[in-house]
């Protein structure tokens, strides 16, 4: 899901921003939160996370390891 930019070497800022934009979109989903994806506070600590080479299938693994564990409240669906 990362593509490179030739001249910088860093991850192309349209496929940051989508990808930013799927974590906060699947948070939303899985915990029934309503963050909103253009809080700027809330994509710098994402594309902190991108840039120490986090993937999306990290976030989402995180997300549902803390948001549905035994103790919490939720079933897991």
Request: with cysteine; charged share 30%; hydrophobic share 25%.
């Amino acid at each position: 899901m990362e593509l490179k930019n030739e001249t910088q070497n860093k991850p192309c800022q349209a496929t940051e921003n989508q990808a930013i934009d799927e974590i906060i979109e699947y948070l939303n989903l899985r915990t029934g939160t309503s963050y909103r994806s253009d809080n700027t506070q809330i994509r710098q600590l994402i594309r902190t996370r991108l840039e120490e080479k986090y993937t999306l299938k990290d976030f989402q693994t995180v997300i549902d390891k803390l948001y549905y564990t035994p103790f919490s409240p939720h079933d897991g669906t």
